[in-house]
């Protein structure tokens, strides 16, 4: 989906994703605008698909779990009636921050995030390994996160 964007929708935007919570009247404020442009312009990219949601985002650390890693996964056979409730099992579990389909020599990416090394080790072992369609799991310490926290369209 592709939206003509203006520069005050790219402003809301920006403004946005630096802070969700960010009170109509400042955001108003920020764009030069009346608070009630501002509402609709909101409302108006809400309804074009263009913002899909608002969402706190949480410190793994403080919830127990500051060591993180991505799993890279192979399973056989690809196929939607094996790969469906694997990807309700993993998105089941509270280690899982993310699940991705990917292309490549993998056929999934999961993010993860555990306690500490042992219990990364049991994760895979436990949970993983354990699941005969799963043929090859590689994984990966994440040491440090750098985010891109403003998405800016193509240029």
Not at 84 to 96: A, N, Q
Not at 129 to 152: N, S
Request: charged share 25%; aromatic share 6%; glycine share 4%.
């Amino acid at each position: 989906m592709s939206a003509e964007l203006d520069s005050i929708d790219l402003t809301i935007l920006k403004e946005l994703q630096k802070d969700a919570r960010l009170p109509n009247k400042d955001l108003a404020e920020r764009l030069g605008v009346a608070p009630s442009t501002a509402l609709e312009r909101v409302r108006s990219l809400r309804r074009r698909g263009v913002i899909t949601g608002f969402r706190a985002t949480i410190d793994t650390s403080a919830l127990g779990r500051p060591l993180q890693a991505f799993l890279a996964l192979k399973v056989r056979p690809h196929t939607s009636q094996l790969v469906d409730p694997l990807r309700v099992f993993i998105l089941g579990l509270p280690e899982t921050i993310a699940f991705y389909a990917v292309a490549g020599p993998d056929d999934f990416l999961v993010h993860v995030a555990v306690a500490d090394a042992e219990s990364l080790h049991r994760l895979v072992l436990e949970k993983y390994l354990v699941r005969p369609e799963i043929v090859h799991l590689q994984t990966t310490l994440i040491f440090r996160t750098y985010d891109q926290p403003v998405q800016r369209p193509a240029a």
